[in-house]
């Protein structure tokens, strides 16, 4: 079996940077939507944070992905147990937007945002607790 | 002080440590009957219930993260690895389950009973603090989201390992104590803001 460096010397892709990136992004989107509501939401704004937050994140995945050798096992119980916690606070949100009659595209905009952040979450998180775990045999 | 890069089996051996459970499922009945209280209170759309679920969840949100990020945190940055670990094994999971779900009550409460009160429409006179408000929250969020809680549950998992890394604790902990830090100030921020709005 190939050896791998220690882990604090692993050179590792920046994913938890880029899921920070995400973050900021899904965040700030959310308050500008936040400070419009519940007036109409100029949409262009909220489109191109959501754009480019999608494109973060499909990177993300494509660079966890290519790691070799990672703890993938650590990674799948971590970010698995997060996204349930999330798919919670997400269908609690969802469940505000719909109550407070968010229609039509603001309610798709809002909701993609929502599953990018569902997603995000347990990425980073996952990845955060894998790099210091040693890699599956 | 003691040096973050202090071996860790100069303190606890791994049979002395005390078994890390990352999750306390014990708690999650507590955390379900939160949530479906909320959900209530947002279905009703009742006042006292919305004041009830923001107040006590903001109250405790803001007064846990100035304790921690003020207090305790410069406390846990003095003490030695061995009790740092002993402390975070028995404090962390704990709050694992404890600040999303604050922050949920909060925020989900906080958001109808604005909506209710009628401070979101935008020429209301306390818009304004809304969005301040919201942009706080944001950075707390992020900071929240993005280096603090990645560092507690990183910290719990190397303290399950038979021969926990001492200093990879100790430099995950200087993360955490420092992101306590920071949220704790803004939450100072977060009382201004409340306390105006509530004061009209």
């Not at chain 1, 995000?120 to 045999?137: E, H, K, N």
């Not at chain 2, 009160?117 to 304004?128: D, F, K, V």
């Not at chain 2, 929240?144 to 990645?150: F, H, M």
């Amino acid at each position: 079996m190939e050896a791998h460096a220690p882990l604090e010397e692993r050179k590792l892709p920046p994913v938890q940077q880029i899921g920070v990136a995400v973050l900021v992004l899904i965040v700030a989107g959310g308050i500008y939507t936040a400070a419009h509501l519940p007036r109409h939401v100029p949409q262009g704004p909220t489109i191109a944070v959501l754009c480019a937050a999608v494109v973060l994140l499909a990177v993300n995945v494509s660079l966890l992905a290519r790691i070799d050798g990672f703890a993938w096992q650590v990674f799948r119980l971590v970010s698995g147990w997060v996204f349930l916690a999330y798919l919670v606070i997400a269908g609690m949100l969802e469940y505000v937007f719909i109550y407070d009659h968010t229609r039509g595209s603001q309610l798709l905009i809002l909701s993609l945002m929502l599953a990018v952040f569902a997603v995000d979450i347990p990425l980073l998180l996952g990845f955060s607790v894998a790099r210091f775990q040693d890699a599956d045999r | 002080m003691a040096s973050v890069a202090e071996p860790i089996h100069a303190g606890l051996a791994p049979s002395a440590r005390p078994a890390v459970r990352v999750v306390p499922v014990r708690g999650l009945p507590l955390v379900a009957v939160a949530v479906v209280g909320l959900v209530v209170a947002i279905a009703t759309n009742s006042t006292w219930a919305l004041d009830f679920f923001h107040v006590v969840g903001g109250g405790l949100w803001t007064g846990i993260d100035l304790f921690f990020g003020l207090v305790l945190g410069p406390i846990i940055g003095t003490m030695s690895i061995p009790a740092r670990m002993e402390f975070s094994s028995r404090v962390m999971p704990k709050m694992l389950l404890i600040m999303p779900t604050l922050v949920t009550m909060t925020l989900g409460s906080g958001f109808q009973l604005a909506r209710k009160l009628g401070n979101l429409a935008a020429n209301s006179p306390n818009h304004g603090w809304l969005v301040a408000s919201y942009i706080v929250v944001g950075v707390m969020a992020t900071i929240a989201l993005g280096l603090l809680e990645p560092a507690n549950i990183a910290v719990l998992f190397e303290l399950r390992k038979p021969n926990p890394n001492g200093a990879r604790i100790g430099r995950l902990m200087k993360i955490f104590i420092y992101t306590a830090g920071i949220t704790g100030l803004m939450q100072i921020a977060t009382l201004v803001i409340m306390t105006r709005l509530a004061s009209g």
